[in-house]
């Protein structure tokens, strides 16, 4: 796979949203778009769309746009959801049942291979096709079949400890739904903090202060406007 080092993590958060929605217009038949088109349903600008794209290599034709189909792909392959890496969770509660039932974990470049927790009422239970098992085969499991990557379903009290272990066994990347960030402690890990309480009150504020995505738009084109004046 290629590698995009010097590329901002802020363009490659984009690249999923892309992606999501190039596969959409793909299974709606649609063969051909305009930077112009992609930013009128995604609520960026074309120059945006643009700069992002161009940090891959550009992909479009000048007065032709973009190959839905192929670019879609090519987006697929640069986030690297053809990979399919190892992965287990850890909590079977509600958040990790959830997770495991309805999360497309192939089609997103990983592969769920185990589920952990150490509820005995959870132990056994099948979860997205597989058994929830003991915590403490954890480290005979990983041994074995080496997985890459773990989800974090657990409290924040559990991560400190867990993250020990795991980070003994070798796993050095996480999907953490924890308050309690591993990158601290391992900043040799790759770590995707998730905080649903964030997006709330991110939504909570937007409310507050009537922000539509028709304001946010109008508001980013009077910025480029200013910036193109200066």
Known sequence: MLRHENVSMSVVRRLPRYYRFLNHLKE????????????????????????????FGGFGQQGYG??????????????????????????????GMAIANH????????????????????????????????VNNLEKFCK??????????????????????????????????????ISLEYPDTIVENVHLNDSLMTLCYRICNGRTKKQEMEQKQKNQTELSAD
């Open 66 to 95: 973009y190959i839905v189909s192929q670019l879609c792909d090519e987006i697929g392959k640069i986030l690297g959801l053809q990979s399919g890496y190892k992965t287990i969770l850890l909590g079977a509660g509600n958040l």
């Open 144 to 181: 074995k079949e080496k997985p890459v990557m773990a989800v974090l379903c657990v409290p924040r009290s559990a991560v400190e400890e867990l993250g020990k272990v795991l980070y003994q066994l070798g796993i050095r990347n996480f999907w953490n739904f924890s308050h309690y960030d």
């Open 103 to 134: 999360m497309a974990f192939e089609a997103d470049g990983f592969r769920l291979i185990g589920i952990f927790d150490n509820s005995p009422q959870k132990i056994g239970m099948t979860i997205g096709g597989l058994q929830v098992q003991d």
């Open 28 to 55: 709606s038949g649609v063969t051909r778009i305009s930077s112009t088109e992609l930013s009128q349903k995604l609520g960026l600008t074309a120059s945006q769309i643009r700069q992002d794209l161009n940090c």
